[in-house]
Structure formats: structure tokens, C-alpha cells
């Protein structure tokens, strides 16, 4: 694959206010707030805008204000919120969510967007775990996220300073003396690399579900996010806290990681036949909370009473009338893959589903490094050790506003871009275009970014998952570092007239690797059990609150155990 302009080429440059990395439903409302305050916005995504990402899978949104049941209020929304961090929810970043989440609806609602309604036209909220009252609420028939990106990307494209750049990847984020000054990314239609200039960047890549074998995620959530703050210098919090959707489709493999909701009315069995929660949980059953279940299957799986794909197995064949009215996507889904529900049972395990831990943000979102900013899954520190149903499609929205007002303020004040660390740019430019020279010797025996996905997802699955401990964790940290220093041993083949998918990848994984480093090492830094998994070795939770913050510092993953007062102060 030709580096069009290479080594000696002079790299095209675009200029923006602001640049926006990632178009779900936090980059979005990010660039759409930050145009309409007035700025010169870019959008970019390694995918096809608004339509990549975790957010066009999303069902529902959490509500506050008018949006809401008028019994509730704020106060109650931010107590549920603290509560289900245990801790380690930031307050400030709670009180700062749940204060601008009516406003930010009813911008969503003055663009188009349209709320689903029952037969008498009020609009429909439902309950969900761990929210005192029935805020949840939905569009399109449940199709939420899907109906949030149509009217943000409509909204979008009445702003003429909002531009959007589909398949282009961001590579690494330009800082200088402490501030942004840009980011590399590179072209993937045209294999070539470009430097946009800006005065403030928004990071909002998603989360870091394909580090692990299932997951619920799409394939563009290879942690890219993480790894670029890391390498800028970002404190990221709480990487240790990544939360797994109890049952999840382990076969067939093309369906692998999709959620099935409807498990607290059906049976899990192992390879046994036994139901298992009769073990666990001989009262309540399957009826219990999302990481109480997590727990019992993956429980099992560890002590190898599952299947040969490493599953349980669902069986709702007494209730199929009631997944069909409560859950009819899935019903239908399940139906076109053949799987019927009142014969078979559904093989299931728990799958990645949401990263909790993020860039360490202030309440404007900003990263400590001025005019960085980091939204959506990508940011730490509002959900603490557990995200409550619902609440990630609002934060979204909520800091993806901040976070593009603020810049927008920023931009109207500051006559002239930082200046960009030429050394550094072309010292990564090289780096890769070494790494695609080697490629074209013989690919078809070479080791491919590929291999070390499937290696990467293996030791997270097997070590870093909802049942951890000690030795497991340094086995992966091992494995890690090791895989880091056979990466010299890569070979990337491109494709000039399509799709550069092989360097694309190659990007993820060095992303995947590092971020997968910062997971371990958090996850063995904190000596207890607290929020979604286990540490075998430590199962009680400890009364002393410690908070882990991980960052690159001289090319070295620095890990910090912080105490923090009840409440997580900062
Ligand atoms: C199956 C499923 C169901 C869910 N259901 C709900 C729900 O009902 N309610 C709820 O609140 N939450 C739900 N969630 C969680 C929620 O959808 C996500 O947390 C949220 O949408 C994340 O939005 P985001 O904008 O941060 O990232 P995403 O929507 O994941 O978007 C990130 C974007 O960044 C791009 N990107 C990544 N890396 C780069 C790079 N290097 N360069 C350029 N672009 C890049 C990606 O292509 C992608 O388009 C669900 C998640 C899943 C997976």
C-alpha cells in the first residue's frame, strides 16, 4: 500500500475550530451544539457517519424534568445515580448530568425528534432497574438511537459550518505545551494520512467492547479512544469497571454478543442440567439484578459446566407468548436465525456491554489538557462502578452538548491555532509507513493485525472478565506486554483501491493492545470487589474507598490508587 504522501511529501492540512473524533450520539450532539454556537465544526469517523458506533443499537433513554414521571425529581434521579456507582460516581458530574438533561431533550424534541406514545397520546416511560421511578423513554417504536442520530445528522445538516469527513481515522492527538493543537488521521478511501488543525478537540470514539471474545458492541469498538488520550498524556479513571450484559447469543457466530432481555423470566441451565440459580439465588432465581446473574453464569463457564462454545443455556419455552409481546425484535430475530424458542433453548454467556471508566473530564468536559475533550463512552467518572439502565444515550447527549458549547465559547475567543509538534507528527507518519513497506514481502505467511485481535480478546476473556484475580490478572498483563513486543513482527497488506482495512486494524490493534494494558493493570490495582465483577481473591468490598487512575507517562503505564472520601470527591 502506497503512504501517498509519505516521507518526503508535505501532508494536506484542514483547519477547523473544533475537531469532533466519532459520530454517535455524543459526537453528534457535540457538533451540532458547537455549529449552532457558532463555531467551524469537523466531524470524522472511521465509519460511515451517524451510523457507526454502539449508539444506533440503543433502546431506550433515561428522562429527566418534564420528560419524566411528575413524581419524580432531580434529587431522586441523582441519588439512584450515586447509589449505583457504589461510590465511585463523580458528584459533580452527577448534579451536572441530571441538571442539563431536560434541556437537552427538549432541544432534541424542537429538531423533529419524536417520542413514542401510548393510545391516549401521553408519552411512554417505563421502569428499569435501579431507577426509583419510571423515566425511562423511547422513540421510533424503540429504536431510540437509531431516532436520536436521524435528528441530530438532520439538524447537522442544516448547519453550514459543520462539515463531516466518513472513513477517516483518527491516529493519534496532536498536544502541545499541555493543549491541543490537532490530531493525524488518516484517509481510508484514499490511503493517506492528513493533519487537521484545531483550537479544541472532542473525543467521543465509543467504548472497548471487541476486547473481549463476545461482546454486545459493534466491531468499531476497538478502545481507540482510550488508547489516543492515553498516548496524549490523559489520566484515564476507573478502566478497571467494564460492565457485561448477562446473556448474550454465543452461537451462531455472525450473531455472536446480541442481548437477550427477557432472562429474568426464563431458566439458565449449565451442561449439567442443572439450573443453576437454584445454587445462587433459590429465592429471587433468575429474577435479579444484571450482575448478580453475571456472576452465576460466569461462574459456571469458569468451573467448565458449559457448553463446548463455552455457554449456558436459556430456556423460556414455558413464556415465548410473553417474549413475543414484550420483546418482538428479538422474538423475530431469534425466529430468522432459525432458533425457535419453544422447542430449543438458547445458548448464552455474558457479553462486554458498556466501559464505565473513561478520560478523567471536569464538568465541562475537558480533559486536564486544555481544549481536550472526551464524551460519551469514552469519558470516566459519571457512572462510577455500575451504569444504571438507560443512562449512557443521556450522558451522551448532555456532555456531548457541554463539552461543544464550551469549545464553541472557546473558539470565539482565541485568534489563532496552537502550534503542532511537527517532530512528533512525522516521527508517527514513518512509523507506519515502516510498518506497511514490510507488508508486501509474503503476506499470505505473515503474522496480520488479525492474529493479534484474536489473541488480545482471548487473554481479556480468560482474565479480565467478571471473575478476576491476582494471578489471572499479572498472566494478562504478561501476555500483553508480550504480544506489545511481538507487534515489531506485523505485517500489514493494503488494498490501494479499496477499503484500507489492514492498516485500519492495524490501528485498532495497537489501540486494543494499550488499552487492554491500562484494563488489567486498573483491574489488579484494585485489591476488592466492588460494582460489576469479582475479584476471587478479595470477594468482600473494602471500607477504605480507592480510586485507580491509570496514565502513559515517558511511554510507561502509570497506575495510581487514589483515596477518596464517600461520594468520590476529586
Ligand atoms: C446492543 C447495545 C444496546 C444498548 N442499549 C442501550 C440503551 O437502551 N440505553 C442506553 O442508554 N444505552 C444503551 N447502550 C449503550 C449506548 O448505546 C452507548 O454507550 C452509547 O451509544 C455510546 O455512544 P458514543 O457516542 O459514546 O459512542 P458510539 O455510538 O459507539 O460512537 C463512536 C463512534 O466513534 C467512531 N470511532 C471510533 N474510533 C475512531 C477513530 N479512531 N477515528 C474516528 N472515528 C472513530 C466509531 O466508528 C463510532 O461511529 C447499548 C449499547 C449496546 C452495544
Redo the contacts with the bound molecule.
Sequence with gaps: MAICNGRSGQLETVDADILV???????LSAAVHAAMAGANVLV????IIGK???????????AAGKWSTAQDSLEAYCRDLLASGKGLSDPQLVHTFVDHLERVLDQLIAWGLQLDRDASGEIVRTEAAGHAFARSISAAGGN??RALLKTLIRQANRLPKLGKMPF???VQLLVRQQQISGALVYDLLHNRFRLIRCKSLIL????I?QLYHVT???Q???A??FA?ALRAGVRLIDMEQVQFYPTSLVVPHHAKGF?LSFYHFAKVYNARAERIMQRYDPVRLENVPRDAICYAIAKEIREGRCTPQRGLLLDVSEHVQRVRTWFPHEYKFLRQLGIRLEAEPVEIAPAA??MMGGARINRAAMTHIEQLYA????AGGLHGANRL??????E?LVFGAIAGESAARYARTASHFNDVDGEMLWATVHRYEAIVSRGAAAPEQALRPFHWKQQIQRTMTEHVSVLRDESGLRAAEQHLRDLSEQWAEVRVSGFPHRLAKDFLEM?EVE?MLLTARAIAAAARAREETRGAHVRLDHPDSSPQLVRVEVQQVEGRLEVRRQLQAEGGNR
Design positions: 473524533v466519532g459520530s454517535g450520539a455524543a459526537g470524522i469517523d472511521k465509519g457507526s458506533g454502539s449508539t444506533v443499537s440503543a433502546v431506550q433513554s433515561a431510540t438511537g477517516t481515522a483518527c467521543a470514539t465509543g467504548g467492547g454486545t458492541n459493534p468499531q469498538a476497538t481507540d479512544g489516543l442481548c456491554h458498556f464524551v460519551g463512552e469514552t439502565a438507560n443512562n449512557a444515550l443521556p451522551c490501528l489501540n
